[in-house]
């Protein structure tokens, strides 16, 4: 499902991963000639991996993040070990395979249906190598989806974030929305300026997994779980987790 960011510069500075993501994925990746990643929206992860040997493929459905990622990989690196493509990770078809396949910072739940999650999943392991992995990471939600009470869209009153941008600092402001028996978060953001700029927002939305639901989507890819944690620390994945990190291989 295509979601076009308005305000791709914004949302790049908002977006700037999960704690400890970069160091994981270099270290998930140690070995491989070729990566693949889903989803490389401002080209975030692909600038480091090309930095440390790899050949990097980034694919996303979103033009203004793409041509983020070009200027940044142009600024800072990567050159001839980097590609990118506009596609949608659920049917592009590359040339060649790929030791790793990636799928980082949620953009498996950026899909909108368990069915759309499985046949992202089912491209990953068409597009590996033999011996190639698929790893991606999101949120887990388990304790907040079996504990929380679902009620009206829930505002901060507080910024979660203070951005620079065009000469002026940006207050950001989240609303969540949820669903329980559908599994759907809708996050907006609102982008509110210092000075006279017009305020802008940025919506999210997101069809999560439950942490027992992971294996069957994988299997149902054609994949084999070979590893699983509960964070980018090798913490042990539980109902009290809030990280999901996952490896696996072509079953």
């Known amino acids: 499902m295509e979601h076009l960011i308005a305000h791709p510069e914004l949302y790049a500075l908002l977006h700037q991963g999960t704690p400890g993501d970069e160091a994981f994925y270099l270290d998930a990746c140690h070995g491989a000639r070729s990566v693949l990643e889903f989803g490389c929206g401002h080209g975030r992860l692909m600038r480091p991996l090309a930095l440390a040997g790899h050949r990097v493929t980034g694919i996303d459905q979103d033009q ?14 990567g ?24 799928i980082p910072y949620n953009g498996l739940y950026c899909l909108a249906s368990e069915a759309e999650q499985v046949a992202c999943l ?26 929380a009470d679902e009620d009206d869209d829930e505002t901060d009153d507080d910024p979660v974030a203070s951005l620079a941008w065009r000469g002026t600092v940006w207050n950001v402001f989240e609303t969540c929305g949820w669903k329980r028996s559908t599994q759907r978060l809708q996050v907006r953001y609102d982008f509110q300026p210092a000075d006279d700029s017009t305020p802008v927002s940025e919506q999210v939305d997101h069809r999560y997994l439950l942490t027992g639901q992971v294996a069957r989507v ?3 890819a054609g994949l084999q779980i070979l590893h699983s944690a509960g964070g980018f620390q090798n913490e042990p994945l539980d109902r009290d987790s809030e990280h999901l990190v996952c490896i696996a291989q072509a079953a």
Not at 122 to 146: C, E
């Open 122 to 147: 089912t491209n990953a392991a068409r597009h590996l190598a033999p011996g190639g992995r698929v790893v991606f990471d999101a949120y887990a939600i388990d304790a907040f989806h079996f504990e």
């Open 218 to 220: 994988c299997e149902s």
């Open 64 to 77: 203004g993040l793409l041509a983020l990622a070009q200027a940044s990989i142009a600024r800072h690196g």
């Open 79 to 102: 050159g001839p070990c980097t590609a990118l493509h506009h596609g949608d990770m659920r049917t592009a078809s590359l040339d060649g395979r790929f030791d790793r396949v990636i």
